[in-house]
C-alpha cells in the first residue's frame, strides 16, 4: 500500500537551532501540505507545498520561520527556523491526489506518521 | 472563516458501550466532511461524507452526513479499549485542497 513517510519521527533540539523535515510519498500525488499540532491542539494548516514555485502559507506563518521545499511531485520539506519552545509540536505532512484510484483518489487528504519536535 | 466544532471534548466509556461523536460545521463552499482516528501521531483516514443521508459504514463504524443542518455524527457500537482515540472532524472547501479541522473528541473505552 501507498505511504507517506517522514523523518525526523521525533528529535529533541536546542532553542535558536533549525531543523528540516522530510516527506516522501511513495506515488505521485498533486498536493501536499504541512501541518502543526501543538501539545493537547487540534491540526492547523502551516502551508501548501507547491511543485517548484514558493509554497502558500497560512495566516501567521511566514516563510523565514518555516521555509519548505518541493522539488518534484513525491518530495517535500519543511524547516522550522531559530527554534523556541514554543514550536514544540508534532509536524504533519499530507498528501492528496485529484485523480486517478487507490488510496490517494478523490479528494481524501491522507498523512504521514508526523515528527514530534520538542525545543529545550 | 471555515470553522468545525465537536463535541463531546472527551468522554470516557466502558466496553461493549455505543458512542456517538457530534461534528457541526460551516464552511464556505463545502465539499466533503472527513473522519480521522488519531492514536499516537498520524491521523488515519475513516470516512469521507459528501451527500446528505447516506450512512458511510465500516464494521463497527458509522457516520452521517446532515448538510442542511451542518452537521454529521461519528457512531461506534460495542466499543473496544483499541477503539481509544482522539476523534478529528474536519471539512473540506470546494478548492478541495485544505482541511479544516475540530478540536476532536478524546474517547477513552475502559475495560
Known amino acids: 500500500s501507498a505511504v507517506i513517510s517522514q523523518k525526523p519521527s521525533r528529535d529533541i533540539c536546542q532553542r535558536g537551532t533549525s531543523l528540516t523535515i522530510q516527506c516522501q510519498v511513495d506515488s505521485q500525488v498533486t498536493m501536499m501540505f504541512w501541518y502543526r499540532q501543538q501539545p493537547g491542539q487540534s491540526l492547523t494548516l502551516i502551508a501548501t507545498a507547491n511543485q517548484g514555485s514558493e509554497a502558500t502559507y497560512e495566516s501567521g506563518f511566514v516563510i523565514d520561520k518555516f521555509p519548505i521545499s518541493r522539488p518534484n511531485l513525491t518530495f517535500s520539506t519543511l524547516t522550522v527556523s531559530n527554534m523556541s519552545p514554543e514550536d514544540s509540536s508534532i509536524y504533519l505532512c499530507?498528501?492528496?491526489?485529484?485523480?486517478?484510484?487507490?488510496?490517494?483518489?478523490?479528494?481524501?487528504?491522507?498523512f504521514g506518521e508526523g515528527s514530534w519536535l520538542t525545543v529545550v | 472563516e471555515d470553522k468545525v466544532v465537536q463535541s463531546p471534548l472527551s468522554l470516557v466509556v466502558h466496553e461493549g458501550d455505543t458512542v456517538t461523536l457530534n461534528c457541526s460545521y460551516e464552511v464556505t463552499n463545502f465539499r466533503s466532511l472527513l473522519w480521522y482516528k488519531q492514536e499516537k501521531k498520524a491521523p488515519t483516514f475513516l470516512f469521507m461524507l459528501?451527500?446528505?443521508?447516506i450512512e458511510k459504514k465500516s464494521g463497527r463504524l458509522s457516520s452521517i452526513l446532515d448538510k442542511k443542518e451542518l452537521f454529521s455524527i461519528l457512531n461506534i457500537t460495542a466499543t473496544q479499549t483499541g477503539d481509544s482515540a482522539v476523534y478529528l472532524c474536519?471539512?473540506?472547501?470546494?478548492?478541495?485542497?485544505?482541511?479544516?479541522f475540530g478540536g476532536g473528541t478524546r474517547l477513552m473505552v475502559k475495560p
Open positions: 474536519a471539512v473540506q472547501n470546494n478548492a478541495g485542497n485544505m482541511l479544516t
Open positions: 459528501t451527500s446528505s443521508g
Open positions: 499530507s498528501a492528496k491526489s485529484g485523480q486517478g484510484a487507490g488510496i490517494y483518489s478523490g479528494n481524501t487528504i491522507y
